[in-house]
């Protein structure tokens, strides 16, 4: 299967929802990714409303094969003022994390692959840019005191409407970690734009969730524009 080379580019890219939780609650939240002076790259997401806030961001070197590895990983929540706080070391030399959970902290053996919660999805865009034929990617993805295995496959191409516009994008499943037949989100990246995320639908929907959609961005300076 022939591979393709890539090259990280920086983004930002704003994205909204809403839930119903006996009222509608809009939410806004922004992505980006930046790549500091000692050459690591800082993909950084972040949500906040009125009683809410989630961050979460991840500190990435590239592998020889140049693709996103992570050194360093951070989750905080508060809802409500009560917060919590998680940090992933990764430990390539001896392959091993060292996770803090609130008081809690721990070390684990993991593979080669392993990813974060938020890294594995910068992964992923790039392994479809490298891989332009595969079909199916799985990831070892550290999730507190677990891995999982996150599957996905690609079910496809499509032109979708957008706030930009109408962009070329890539179909694809994301599958239930314990269940490789069950969908928990389809999502559509843009083609034309290293694979950025346009739309997530939740498959298996929560408090009446709408699907994710970006309404503006920008990859290595130049707006997201559709035709």
């Known amino acids: 299967m022939q591979t393709h080379a890539v090259t990280l580019k920086p983004f930002e890219a704003t994205y909204k929802t809403s ?3 006996g009222f509608k609650l809009n939410v806004e939240a922004q992505r980006t990714l930046k790549k500091n002076s000692d050459g690591q790259w800082v993909l950084d997401f972040h949500a906040k409303n009125w009683f809410a806030e989630v961050q979460q961001t991840s500190i990435l070197t590239l592998t020889p094969d140049n693709l996103p590895q992570p050194l360093f990983y951070r989750y905080y929540r508060s809802i409500f003022g009560q917060s919590e706080e998680e940090k992933i070391t990764f430990n ?3 392959n091993e994390t060292s996770t803090t959970l609130n008081n809690k902290s721990w070390e684990m053996l993991v593979s080669n692959e392993a990813q974060d919660l938020l890294s594995f999805q910068l992964t992923l865009r790039y ?12 990831y070892p ?5 677990k ?10 191409e499509e032109v979708i409407q957008t706030p ?22 389809l999502i559509w990246a843009a083609k034309d734009w290293d694979n950025l995320v346009l739309r997530i639908d939740p498959v298996r929907r929560k408090h009446k969730q709408e699907p994710v959609i970006l309404i503006k961005g920008s990859l290595n300076g130049t707006s997201i524009r559709g035709f």
Do not use: T
């Not at 392994?127 to 799985?138: V, Y």
């Not at 930009?164 to 989100?185: C, F, Q, T, Y």
């Open 164 to 185: 930009m516009g109408r962009l070329n994008a890539i179909k694809i499943e994301s599958m239930h970690h314990s269940d490789v037949e069950a969908v928990n989100h």
């Open 141 to 145: 993805v550290i999730d507190q005191d």
């Open 19 to 21: 839930y119903e939780k």
């Open 147 to 156: 891995i999982k295995i996150l599957n996905f496959r690609v079910v496809g």
């Open 92 to 94: 390539w030399e001896k």
């Open 127 to 138: 392994d479809l840019l490298k891989n332009p034929e595969q079909k199916l990617f799985s």
